[in-house]
């Protein structure tokens, strides 16, 4: 059996608004496993992209316990939280949020040269991967230049720079049109095993979801 590569045991998250207190998960148990594509389903507000923020490391206010590659977020401090984001965890989100004012291959390159990458490695793998996503003429297009789709891929690319072990899409296809989503799930789905990552992408389509290898379901903050 794969290993483990993120663990989630009686996750809790919760808001205040005024005397309210609203509980978004209640006692979340997950495992992912090494190479492996899981979609997590449900519709808007029921705590997906909250799921994803706990296994991204990306807020504090969780309760229970969670393991990334091993290592349990509760035990260490804010360097080592962002080392683990920068090495270990890919990032797509529904809305690109590329670089405006740097091309493709740019957009692609500076993530790995912020992780200390050389410049020309870097830039060959942004090459490389923008090639496998059917980008390799549009390198040094700026974003403004891409179609959605186009701008889409770049940012699936900027989350594979680094070879992540595990990358988390939040509705990265919520955006595009049916044809254009459905030609953006695959080719992401073809890199991210190609790369041998594994994968959690959140959305609140059925169709899409069940494409992945497993589905868990998302319901009133547990999972089903």
């Known amino acids: 059996m794969n290993d483990v590569i993120a663990s989630l045991r009686d996750v809790h998250r919760s808001f205040t608004q005024g005397d309210v207190t609203i509980e978004v998960l209640r006692g979340i148990d997950l495992d992912i496993r090494e190479g492996e594509l899981v979609g997590l389903l ?4 029921t705590g997906k992209s909250t799921l994803l923020q706990a296994l991204g490391l990306l807020e ?5 316990s969670i393991t990334i590659d091993g290592e349990a977020a509760e035990s260490l401090g804010k360097d080592r939280l962002t080392e683990i984001r920068r090495e270990k ?23 790995q040269l912020i992780a200390g990458a050389k410049q020309t490695e870097a830039r060959e793998r942004s090459e490389y991967l923008l ?22 891929r770049v940012a699936v690319a ?10 988390l899409a ?29 994968a959690v992408v959140a959305t609140h389509n059925e169709r899409l979801a069940g494409k992945m290898d497993r589905v868990v379901r998302l319901h009133e903050g547990r999972l089903e």
């Open 42 to 45: 449900g519709p808007s507000g």
């Open 60 to 64: 504090g206010g969780f309760e229970g």
């Open 89 to 111: 965890l890919g990032f797509v989100y529904q809305f690109h949020h590329l670089l405006p004012d740097f091309n493709a291959a740019e957009n692609v390159t500076l993530p």
């Open 131 to 152: 090639g496998q996503l059917g980008l390799a003429e549009r390198l040094d297009h700026r974003p403004s230049k891409l179609s959605g789709g186009e701008q889409q």
């Open 158 to 167: 900027r989350a594979l720079a680094n070879r992540p072990r595990l990358v």
């Open 170 to 198: 939040d509705e990265p296809t919520g955006n595009l049109d049916e044809h254009t989503a459905d030609i953006v799930l695959a080719e992401f789905m073809s890199l991210v095993r190609q790369e041998g990552s594994a």
